[in-house]
């Protein structure tokens, strides 16, 4: 049985900063890397911006290798700094409802410019 399930959010400690990723001490057993393309779904310019040495961040177990004690970890879409819990990126806290709304209003505004401009 792997300790650490896929999906599960695990305290951890940071410990070294690269260019490419964070590195975390998870336990005394495991440890950790944040790769660079897991900090965000942003462009990220330096991965100092995002945590610092002596840290205790929140990590979202990605993959594990049982045999080296190692974790593939995220901080996408999480709050790694409080409580680590989702955050759906894509969907406001009122859903998709707003875009549903508008649409139709924004379609008939395009089509209505796009009328005056063959005129």
């Given at each position: 049985m792997k300790k650490y399930e896929v999906g599960k959010i695990v305290k951890c400690l940071v410990t070294g900063i690269e260019n490419y990723g964070?590195?975390?001490k998870v336990d005394d057993e495991y440890s950790g890397l944040i790769h660079i393309s897991e900090i965000t779904v942003?462009?990220?310019?330096?991965?100092?911006?995002?945590?610092?040495?002596?840290?205790?961040?929140?990590?979202?177990?990605?993959?594990?290798?049982?045999?080296?004690?190692?974790?593939?970890l995220s901080i996408k879409n999480?709050?790694?700094?409080s409580n680590g819990e989702e955050i759906n990126s894509l969907e406001s806290k009122n859903?998709?409802?707003?875009?549903?709304?508008?649409l139709i209003i924004w379609t008939k505004e395009k089509l209505t410019?796009?009328?005056?401009?063959e005129k």
């Open positions: 964070i590195f975390v942003h462009f990220v310019r330096s991965v100092n911006d995002y945590v610092t040495i002596g840290e205790e961040i929140y990590c979202k177990v990605i993959e594990q290798d049982e045999n080296n004690k190692q974790l593939k999480i709050n790694y700094k859903g998709f409802k707003p875009l549903k709304e508008n410019e796009y009328k005056d401009i």
